[in-house]
């Protein structure tokens, strides 16, 4: 791709680099660690990856990490996997988290909001008192360091405390949004086999009471390892028998005892989608969550003690355990329970605008989803003290920047992020120092040695290639759950090239260090060679008002052909007629590669999507190649399987 250098759609102003954290750390660790005065980030990303010790023993030093036991030294053993950190180091999670209750004891730790859009405070010596008293329960339920606690819990502050209690214990957190079936929690919750459970009666969404209290026994049934469930009355409904009482359990004022664990100690399993078989039981530590997330929020997001820091998300994403760390910084962290889009398409924006947020986090679907219903969130909006929208999930086409900047505001700092579950994390996104380009990630975060490589190892710049780390995060897995010869972990990541990590992105590197993400490597569309993202496909097509979201594969045929179908989900209204289907096949030959026009397009009642959002590609070509449903995906983890059915019906047509 052309990466010659078009102007930025935003720059920085001068005062603003200046005041950023990321600029007084440089300067810092110039004087303090030798890291360059001079360069810019440029030059502080490679002192970052080529002095990996030094850079985040100063990040600790930084931000003022309390180690219970000194470590002996930053990086053991630095191979991959099983990269060991700060070897000897004892610290807490959750005391990090609590800090700030010291200095602001009645500043809002939480904003929670509801559907109703209105804030409620919960302040910091609140939710130290809280987590506290849970905490201390918690160790009189028999609760014991490596234990693990569950959460079937919306985005309320009961799931913070829950989290920060069980943190506060050594004990090892891991939470489903209770919009999972019970099938879908059974297949995560089960592998990790925890002791006490955190349920609610129901959830409110979209307007609606969502009773889960069946799902729930569901369940306590099928988890024998429980010793207690704590039953929250989000719809106001009596424990079920049995069931602890929230308030009872959080009642207490005593003063919190954190447990020093080892750095590698578990803090938190996150799981994988799961769509192909058991979602992958994602485990990371106490210690490399709390450096990784310090860094990234406090350094790349530049949150501070005057921030109010909104991500729209669901516990069962890692966005909402990435959200909750903002506490480390100090931060006012906004709790959004309900609808992205209710009572209509600018609820986000109403949201951000009633708790003050300074940095808003969403998804790229959600901004072009008001693009298209024409919302306008400036003019109906105070948005003055939003300066960074923040999004995730795919990657945000150009016309999103476009929007964002023509709709939110010209000096809005817009911060395209890209990284994972599997490291809890971002690989490449936000620097307040940088400028943005249209379409474009700023720059690869601290510490990360990001590349692209062709399949022989040989890094790219200004070419796709696969998006590869070759040093250690300490926020990568410590392990997998229950693959005790760490086999399903090496697969996932270094078969490809042995020793670094291969995520399954491909990515371009630009000659200017900013990157553009093309979507699942694993789900490319290679034709005569010339390799092409998903992502670029649905950027081009979704511009058209007719398209409401749409699906591309390509599947080798077993006589050395390729197939390439284009799926549309249409607006309403709209028709797949002789007119519109002309307009998708020039504006792909136009705007991207005539190579990737597809052989046909199908109109489809709906794109499956993973439970945390994300488009199904791989299962739907597992399914048009032949595979059985059961086989090609794990229904547990689809949004609706109904919706499988038709590319499997449409696959047995074609025999």
Known sequence: MSTANPSPLWQPAPERIAQAQITKFQAWAAEHHGAPSHGGYAALHRWSVDELDTFWKAVTEWFDVDFSTPCTRVLGDRSMPGAEWFPGATLNYAEHALRAAATRPDEPALLHVDET???????????????????????????????????????????????????????VWTSCAPDFGAR?????????????????????????????????????????????????????????????????????????????????????????????GLPKAIVQSQGGILVEHLKQLGLHCDLSTEDRFFWYTSTGWMMWNFLVSGLLTGTTIVLYDGSPGYPDTGAQWRIAERTGATLFGTSAAYVMACRKAEVHPARDFDLTRVRCVATTGSPLPPDGFRWLHDEVGEDLWIASVSG???????????????????????????????????????????????????????????????????????????????????????????????????????????????????????????????????????????????????????APGAALDEALLKRIKQTIREQLSPRHVPDEVIEVPGVPHTLTGKRIEVPVKRLLQGAPLDKAVNVGSVDNVELLRFYEDLARERG
């Open 117 to 171: 859009h209105e804030p409620t405070p919960v302040s910091w010596s609140e939710l130290r008192r809280q987590v506290a008293s849970l905490a201390a329960e918690l160790r009189a339920l028999g609760v014991h360091p490596g234990d693990r606690v569950s959460g079937y819990l919306p985005n309320v502050p009961q799931a913070v405390v829950a989290l920060l209690a069980t943190a506060a214990v050594g004990a």
């Open 184 to 276: 879908s929690v059974l297949d995560r919750f089960q592998q990790v086999e925890p002791v006490v459970l955190f349920t609610v009666d129901g959830y409110r969404y979209g307007g609606k009471e969502h009773d889960r209290r069946d799902v729930v026994a569901e369940l306590c049934g099928e988890l024998p390892t429980l010793r207690a469930v704590v039953h929250i009355p989000l719809l106001g409904t009596e424990a079920p028998e049995g069931a602890l009482d929230w308030s009872t359990l959080t009642s207490a004022d005593v003063e919190p005892v954190f447990e020093p664990v080892p750095f590698d100690h578990p803090l938190w399993v996150l799981y994988s989608s799961g769509t192909t």
């Open 420 to 570: 994972g579950t599997d490291v809890c994390s971002c690989f490449a996104g936000a620097v307040p120092t940088l400028p943005v380009y249209i379409g474009e990630l700023q720059a690869a975060g601290l510490g990360t040695d990001l590349q692209s490589w062709d399949p022989s190892g040989k890094p790219l710049i200004d070419e796709v290639g696969e998006l590869v780390v070759t040093n250690p995060m300490p926020s990568m897995p410590i392990r997998f759950w229950n693959d005790p010869d760490g086999s399903r972990y090496h697969d996932s990541y270094f078969d490809t090239y042995p020793g670094v990590w291969r995520h399954g992105d491909w990515i371009t590197l630009t000659s200017r260090d900013s990157v553009v993400i093309h979507g699942r490597s694993d789900s490319t569309l290679n034709r005569q060679g010339v390799r092409m993202g998903s992502a670029d496909i649905y950027e081009a097509v979704e511009r058209l008002p007719e398209i409401k979201e749409s699906l591309v594969i390509g599947i080798e045929q077993p006589d050395g052909g390729y197939w390439m179908p284009l799926f549309v989900h249409l």
